[in-house]
């Protein structure tokens, strides 16, 4: 069975610095997806970033951008100039292709960004 | 995109009852789910919600306990039967159109069990 493992449970980063969140996941297939989900307290959740096992290059959406390293499965989201609005649960997850689109999330890191 | 609606918003109930709990996509989805957010926890798969059949639980959800219905390519609805307070939780419907693209989920229903 697949895990993904979110190891900093709470995290803060000052108003425009940077700041970097952990993800590791557990699997044997080859081909998969991994995402990150943002949670703001409205409990709306949000696709942030999503990258495709099978890519090498990692995925970029504006002022945020992934790390991923295959071999160590490994899957971090470092988000640039933070903003107040950043303030929320994010949550690594994880899918298989092929799959029936069920996701695996990991427990989540609340992120706080401080004026 | 895909526009969800889900509701209620929230509940409070008394032990021993049931709560429906809709989910409403603006459009035909192929891929349906519910999902429970204990507090202060992670989502954890409920269920698959199949059109036109009995839905497919994940280990530890059972039926009787979280009846679901699809009855077509738009709806479905959660039943949280025979409530006690560790049903307490944020359940969560999700959709998607396609394998493996974006999951759209609703904003969930805050049910709290008295």
């Known amino acids: 069975a697949q895990t993904v493992t979110q190891s900093q449970p709470e995290m803060s980063v000052q108003e425009a610095e940077t700041v970097t969140l952990s993800c590791t996941y557990d699997?044997?297939?080859?081909?998969?997806?991994l995402f990150w989900y943002k949670q703001p307290p409205s409990r709306q959740m949000i696709l942030v970033i999503r990258q495709e096992a099978y890519k090498q290059q990692n995925a970029t959406e504006n002022r945020f951008s992934v790390n991923f390293q295959k071999a160590a499965k490994s899957f971090s989201l470092k988000i640039s100039d933070s903003q107040l609005g950043d303030t929320a649960m994010y949550f690594c997850?994880?899918?298989?292709?092929?799959?029936?689109?069920?996701?695996?999330f990991g427990k989540g890191t609340k992120l706080t960004v401080n004026p | 995109s895909a526009v969800i609606s889900q509701k209620p918003s929230r509940d409070i109930c008394q032990r021993g009852t049931s709560l429906t709990i809709q989910c409403q996509v603006d459009?035909?989805?192929?891929?349906m789910f519910w999902y429970r957010q204990q507090p202060g926890q992670s989502l954890t798969l409920i269920a698959t919600a199949n059109q036109g059949s009995e839905a497919t639980y994940e280990s530890g959800f059972v039926i009787d306990k979280f009846p679901i219905s699809r009855p077509n390519l738009t709806f479905s609805t959660l039943t949280v039967s025979n409530m006690s307070p560790e049903d307490s939780s944020i359940y969560l419907c999700?959709?998607?159109?396609?394998?493996?693209?974006?999951?759209?989920f609703g904003q969930g229903t805050r049910l709290t069990v008295v």
């Open positions: 459009s035909q989805v192929t891929m």
């Open positions: 699997t044997s297939e080859n081909n998969y997806y």
């Open positions: 999700s959709v998607a159109r396609r394998l493996n693209t974006e999951a759209f």
């Open positions: 997850a994880f899918t298989s292709q092929g799959g029936s689109e069920k996701l695996v």
